[in-house]
């Protein structure tokens, strides 16, 4: 049973999202920009309830997951696993204290695919799903802090078993990012979006087209393409009107709250 599906060569629209509610642990969460201050844990329920909004405004139905207190980033589901068209790898993460996370997230996934969850395993094999970009049916897997080599191969491994392709990029000494998807996005139709840095990285130079971020709105390259809309994080005006100029239906969500503690848009759903 398939419920993410093709509607052109390069184009995928999406049936489903995953979240799962921010848990009040939220305020404890892995962040390396203090500087931006403590999560409002009030204001991120209802930037919460606004990207759900969001999600539904885009035509695919929200499953809604309840928090885990006791892991803080866990309203970053996209970290525990990697949806494709026929099956889904349950990701082993590589941030010790989100250990542990992924096993949470099985059972929502075998209510879609049932038999067709894989998962990630082996000495030394942690990848997490923001560091997973998908291409149609090809995936790019960043090698980082958080996934490793051993990691990358075996959720290629997985994600061969359900017809996909991929390649790991090692980005780490061409950009600070914390994943890949920090620093450069899918928007289908054969177009990228990233930072300067991501963008020159010799896999994606090479690409038909990929935009670039203005520099003081790096954030913003952590967009997501949902059907015929793009989620855009509120407040880069530059990043929204390269986009419309682009011919996109550009949506702001905002996720003020969430960025505290290194989050974006694509790390707080599963699409599929």
């Not at 949902?226 to 407040?235: E, F, K, Q």
């Amino acid at each position: 049973l398939q419920f993410l599906y093709l509607i052109g060569a390069k184009t995928m629209a999406f049936r489903h999202a995953i979240v799962r509610r921010p848990a009040q642990s939220l305020v404890q969460g892995i962040t390396g920009s203090p500087h931006l201050g403590r999560v409002d844990y009030s204001n991120a329920l209802r930037q919460h309830d606004a990207y759900i909004a969001a999600l539904e405004g885009c035509g695919v139905a929200v499953h809604v997951l309840e928090a885990l207190e006791e892991f803080p980033d866990s309203c970053f589901v996209e970290d525990v696993a990697v949806c494709t068209r026929n099956g889904a790898v349950v990701t082993h993460v590589g941030a010790a204290s989100r250990q542990g996370e992924e096993a949470a997230i099985k059972e929502a996934l075998e209510l879609y695919y049932g038999p067709n969850v894989a998962a990630v395993a082996g000495d030394g094999a942690t990848v997490e799903g923001g560091d997973v970009m998908m291409a149609g049916t090809h995936f790019y897997v960043g090698l980082s802090h958080r996934t490793t080599a051993a990691g990358a191969a075996a959720l290629l491994e997985g994600l061969g078993r359900f017809g996909a392709t991929g390649e790991a990029v090692d980005y780490t000494t061409h950009s600070p990012c914390l994943h890949l998807k920090t620093g450069i996005t899918y928007l289908e139709d054969d177009t990228y979006i990233g930072v300067g840095s991501m963008a020159g990285h010799p896999t994606f130079a090479a690409l038909p087209k990929v935009l670039r971020v203005p520099e003081e709105e790096e954030y913003a390259a952590n967009c997501v393409r949902v059907n015929d809309r793009v989620l855009v994080p509120a407040g880069y005006p530059q990043t929204a009107a390269l986009l419309r100029q682009q011919g996109f239906d550009v949506v702001a969500v905002n996720t003020s709250e969430f960025r505290k503690v290194d989050g974006g848009l694509s790390c707080l759903s599963l699409r599929f």
